[in-house]
């Protein structure tokens, strides 16, 4: 079989941990199953295809890999990546919060998780680029607490989440950047000029099950894995189980990265 998803996400992980000595690596996965969103939103995600069975075998060969080289996974039945993620910087911020966080993702849910202590981590450029808490604010003009309702105006094409036909991302930003939230501008609504306080008006009960459906969770009781996400790059790329799975796979440019 065919092992094209793995060779990605090794040349992914290994461009990312030569620019950046992390101590800490944790990786998480979809657990599948349902969750609160379907039964608030029955079309959520329903536009994404089943994930075909090479694929699920890649995931799965990918994730004993994982296992055999020393890096810990987490995997929930029911619960999403993005909400392990989540709940566990949450908690963990809580516990020390000296902790520094940078998430890799392709999600831009997860900007709204953006602080002076987690990055986010994204390709941009066909790079992997640090982007920040400051890099946020001046892009957007308003704080990342507030992205979760500018997705609520604008909802997300990717996870099939309908937003108010008529405002784009140009008046919603304006909006956010007066009103900081949903709940905030509808308390104002009246005050808003006709065509945007109609639109508003007729669909405020779209945009605040948007702000349910978007909202991270950050509460899932994780089980008590920090400790073992202890990482060493220098240690990882040595891993005897790793280039062995290389040299099977005839993966040779992912062991000239490894040297």
Wanted: charged residues 25%.
């Amino acid at each position: 079989m065919k092992q094209g998803t793995i060779f990605f996400f090794l040349r992914v992980l290994i461009s990312i941990f030569k620019k950046t000595d992390y101590q800490k690596l944790l990786v998480t996965f979809d657990g599948g199953g349902t969750n609160f969103r379907k039964n608030l939103l029955p079309q959520y995600k329903a536009q994404r295809e089943a994930m075909p069975e090479e694929l699920y075998q890649q995931m799965e060969t990918a994730k004993l890999l994982l296992e055999k080289t020393g890096i810990t996974y987490l995997q929930l039945e029911n619960q999403e990546a993005d909400d392990l993620i989540a709940s566990f910087v949450n908690q963990k911020t809580k516990d020390n919060p000296g902790l520094t966080f940078d998430i890799f993702t392709r999600d831009k849910d997860l900007l709204q998780l953006l602080s002076q202590n987690v990055n986010i981590l994204k390709y941009i450029n066909g790079k992997a680029t640090l982007y920040t808490y400051d890099n946020f604010c001046q892009e957007y003009k308003f704080t990342p607490n507030s992205y979760i309702d500018y997705l609520s105006l604008l909802g997300d094409n990717v996870d099939n989440i309908e937003g108010i036909k008529g405002i784009g991302p140009v008046n919603a930003k304006k909006l956010i950047r007066q009103f900081q939230t949903v709940e905030n501008i509808y308390q104002k609504v009246n005050d808003l000029p006709e065509i945007t306080r109609h639109l508003l008006i007729d669909q405020a009960k779209l945009v605040l099950s948007n702000k349910k459906l978007i909202s991270l969770v950050i509460n899932i009781s994780l089980p008590d894995i920090y400790e073992k996400c202890k990482f060493s790059w220098e240690k990882w790329k040595n891993n005897p189980e790793l280039r062995q799975f290389c040299q099977e796979n005839k993966f040779h440019s992912i062991l000239k990265l490894l040297d």
